[in-house]
């Protein structure tokens, strides 16, 4: 509730700049670049196997298909099933933001972890 009402005062000042008020020109530029995020490919950041902070390669990956053995699949199989049961319609449509998935692999030891992915529009790695 409380989410939603502070996320519309953001799109209600795009509106108005798009209706021209003149000061809001800078105002829209910055709207626009929210949902671009920008990393650099290479970074410093902790390794948890190295147990330490060392530079890191980021590569952008996608989430591959459930597989149809996994518990968590297997549990939806399971409740979806029959006439009853919570996840039920399933999720059907297209969120405006998707999750962007990096892997970062340390360059010390080679190794490579995932951390959560953050929502975003558009996604670039800075050159
Ligand atoms: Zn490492």
Redesign the pocket.
């Known amino acids: 509730m409380f989410l939603g009402s502070a996320s519309s005062p953001v799109s209600r000042a795009v509106f108005l700049g798009a209706a021209g008020v003149g000061e809001t020109t800078i105002f829209i530029y910055v709207a626009a670049l929210q949902h671009l995020m920008k990393r650099p490919s290479i970074i410093k950041t902790y390794?948890?196997?190295?147990g330490q902070h060392?530079e890191h390669d980021l590569k952008r990956v996608k989430k591959k298909k459930a597989s149809e053995f996994k518990q968590g699949q297997r549990r939806f199989r399971r409740v979806t099933s029959g006439y009853r049961g919570y996840p039920r319609p399933k999720p059907q449509g297209d969120k405006p933001t998707k999750r962007i998935y990096l892997r970062y692999t340390?360059?010390?030891?080679?190794?490579a972890h995932q951390k959560k992915g953050v929502r975003a529009k558009r996604f670039e790695f800075e050159r």
């Not at 340390?106 to 190794?111: D, F, H, N, S, V």
């Open positions: 390794c948890p196997f190295c060392t340390c360059k010390e030891c080679g190794k």
